[in-house]
T-cell receptor, first 115, second 113 residues
Framework: AQTVTQSQPEMSVQEAETVTLSCTYD???????LFWYKQPPSRQMILVIR??????QNATENRFSVNFQKAAKSFSLKISDSQLGDAAMYFC????????????FGPGTSLSVIP | KAGVTQTPRYLIKTRGQQVTLSCSPI?????VSWYQQTPGQGLQFLFE???????NKGNFPGRFSGRQFSNSRSEMNVSTLELGDSALYLC????????????FGPGTRLTVL
């Protein structure tokens, strides 16, 4: 069974600085999708960024980028120029590309942004 | 376009009762997934419905059940409530699977006394 691990329960970053959130996963499959979701306090979960495993190029969305290391099964999220609105729980998630399988979420990392 | 809506937003029940939660997906979305979120266990997948059929199921007891209607709206039912069922129940919709983004609702906060 696939698992997703986020080894940092809590992180903090100074406003305008850069922070990297870690995520590792375990799978025997070669084709899958990876996601980072953000859940602000008392607000709805939203997608931050996604990556297809067959693509070697790392995904980027404005200030958010990933470092996808397929061999190491690592999928870290880098937030540049951190803003107060980035404070949230961040969840790493995995989905098999085989037949619409379920999404598996990691335990989350709580990110605080210090003004 | 309206987002995913969940009703009710808050619910207080007592042990042994049953509860039904509702989720209305974004118009056009055919897939609805349910998750239980607790501080200790994080986000745990309950089940997914696609075109009125349960497509995936998590590791929850049979007390947890769901269904999806022809208009893609979904309901989740929990029977014989236990204290440990207290959680935020999230619903997410998407038009399909794979790389497609899931859109989450605000959740229903269930408290079991």
């Amino acid at each position: 069974a696939q698992t997703v691990t986020q080894s940092q329960p809590e992180m903090s970053v100074q406003e305008a600085e850069t922070v990297t959130l870690s995520c590792t996963y375990d799978t025997s499959e070669s084709d899958y999708y990876l996601f980072w979701y953000k859940q602000p306090p008392s607000r709805q979960m939203i997608l931050v960024i996604r990556q297809e495993a067959y693509k070697q190029q790392n995904a980027t969305e404005n200030r958010f980028s990933v470092n996808f290391q397929k061999a190491a099964k690592s999928f870290s999220l880098k937030i540049s120029d951190s803003q107060l609105g980035d404070a949230a729980m961040y969840f790493c998630a995995y989905r098999s590309a085989r037949g619409n399988d379920k999404v598996i979420f990691g335990p989350g990392t709580s990110l605080s942004v210090i003004p | 376009k309206a987002g995913v809506t969940q009703t009710p937003r808050y619910l207080i029940k007592t042990r042994g009762q049953q509860v039904t939660l509702s989720c209305s997906p974004i118009s056009g979305h055919r897939s609805v997934s349910w998750y239980q979120q607790t501080p200790g266990q994080g986000l745990q997948f309950l089940f997914e419905y696609f075109s009125e059929t349960q497509r995936n199921k998590g590791n929850f007891p049979g007390r947890f059940s769901g269904r999806q209607f022809s208009n893609s709206r979904s309901e989740m039912n929990v029977s014989t409530l236990e204290l440990g069922d207290s959680a935020l129940y999230l619903c997410a919709s998407s038009w399909a699977g794979g790389l497609v983004e899931q859109f989450f609702g605000p959740g229903t906060r269930l408290t079991v006394l």
